[in-house]
């Protein structure tokens, strides 16, 4: 390479220049020693030094100039050679034209495997795509007081699921779940995407739940109590369909707003008319210091649709053992309404809920005449506490201080232990016929570490029984082993 011979010439011109400089000392030291006897011959081989000293100067000068010109060659290719280096990597980190005009990034073509928020997650080099792998499960244990409408004691798999979850480009999320614990609605339980448009703002489309009761869209791997109340059985769950969630005043007011088909998981519409869902959600005080305002949010949803040929919901108690209200046909508009408040201080949390829904029975009675609507009130209102301090998340994990598996410098611990009761009602009516039940929850959860929970609950519920509609009581221990990863 030019560089190359470049170089050795300079350091050859060098060598040469340091070997005339040697031969010039040499033969200065070795010059006689001046005769007084002839000053003539000593004059003259004065002067044939001097030329010879001035012919070497000369020379030296012509090498050094050499040198220099080598070096400033060699300055001019490295420029080059940092300029093209430079451009390279430009062009390979540089996105397509069509990439740019869109505001996007296109990913890393290598990837990485790591552990993110204890899961196994691949993720390209320049973070442009994600990929999450995901599971939790939920082994039950149920045990009844011995009655003749009570069930018999059981173990049981609740949920046992699996989920691909990620992103594309920072603007696009995904997520797939299956629970194979699920029995006659399919193995999907969550199929969307969503894009975000900017900051606070995206549109969801796919399978998920309905903008519809605190309780219902926290996750069931984070709700408090076993089941949750009888209440959110009034909210619609996951159907298809798509929603506008968005933000305001700094994340002070959430909104959302879609359409769905109504009829639950995989299922296509019988009507003409989609379901639409308007939630809002204030959190007034949540950028503020004030640490008694700062957990407090609150706010309501509606849901409008229309049944044709279905059926009512039914009434049923929390722990699933005693059906107090069976449903009817219906047919007509279906209404939802729905206040919701929670309060959140460190380790405490105050949960509460109202929920009502009326569904019209249009020419199902005799001659096709029009029967009264099947109305459904309920409320529920719950409080927990953290035992061991830990603050208690709006919809997450408790983090324990000390995890029983810990393997810090503290050592392992006893986990989080926290405290919970909950009070609950439901009741239905048809207009001729109306039933209300209550159920009273106490219990304990454990949180061995942030992805293993154990809970303890015991149910008080009090419920109507045919034909006569006498109150009975019941009683029922549900417990609760759940692994998430």
Known sequence: MNHQRAWRTLVRGGFQTLLFLLAAISSLSAAPAPQRSAPSTELDALRKRVREQEQMIEQLKRQLAEQRQLLEELRQEVRALTRQSGAALDAAN??????????????????????SNG??????????????????????????RQEPFAPSNTFLVRRLRLAVS???????????????????????????????????LYVQAGQFKEPFSQEELRSAMHVDFVERAMATRIAPSRS?????????????????????????????NTTRTPEGV??????????????????????????????????????????????????????????????????????????????????????????????????????????????????????????????????????????????KIRYS????????????????????NWYLTPFVKYMFDLAVERFPTPPLGRSQHSFAVLTRLQFAF
């Open 166 to 200: 990620g992103r594309i480009l920072s603007r696009y999320e995904y997520k797939i779940q299956a629970d194979f614990a699920e029995r006659g609605t399919g193995l999907l339980r969550d199929g969307w995407l969503r894009v975000h448009l900017r900051p606070g």
């Open 278 to 419: 308007l939630r809002v959600r204030f959190s007034p005080w949540r950028e503020e210091r004030a640490r008694d305002g700062r957990g407090v949010s609150f706010g309501g949803a509606l849901a409008l649709g229309r049944q044709r040929g279905g059926m009512s919901m039914s009434g049923q108690t929390e722990s699933q053992s005693i059906t107090f209200f069976t449903a009817r046909p219906v047919n007509g508009q279906l209404l939802r309404a729905n206040g919701e408040l929670t309060y959140l201080a460190g380790p405490f949390a105050l949960r509460a809920e109202y929920n009502q829904m009326a569904q019209d029975r249009y020419q199902l009675g005799p001659n096709r005449t029009t029967l009264p609507a099947v109305v459904a009130k309920g409320y529920e209102v719950q409080a927990t506490y953290l035992l061991t301090g830990e603050n208690k998340p709006e919809n997450g994990p408790v983090i324990p201080r000390r995890s029983v598996l810990s393997s810090g410098t503290g050592g392992p611990g006893w986990g989080a232990w926290e405290a």
């Open 119 to 144: 899961r196994p997650t691949f993720r390209s080099s320049d973070g442009g795509f994600e990929l999450a792998l995901s599971g939790e499960g939920q082994l039950d244990f149920r045990a009844y």
């Open 240 to 268: 298809p369909g798509v929603q506008l969630v968005g933000e305001a005043a700094g994340g002070k007011i959430l909104y959302q707003i879609g359409a769905f088909n109504g009829k639950g998981p995989l299922a296509l």
């Open 94 to 115: 540089r996105p397509s034209e069509k990439a740019a005009v869109a505001g996007e990034r296109i990913p890393s073509t290598t990837a990485s495997f790591l552990w």
């Open 425 to 444: 009602v439901l009741q239905l009516s048809d207009g001729m016929e109306s039933a209300r039940a209550e159920t009273i929850t106490c219990g304990v």
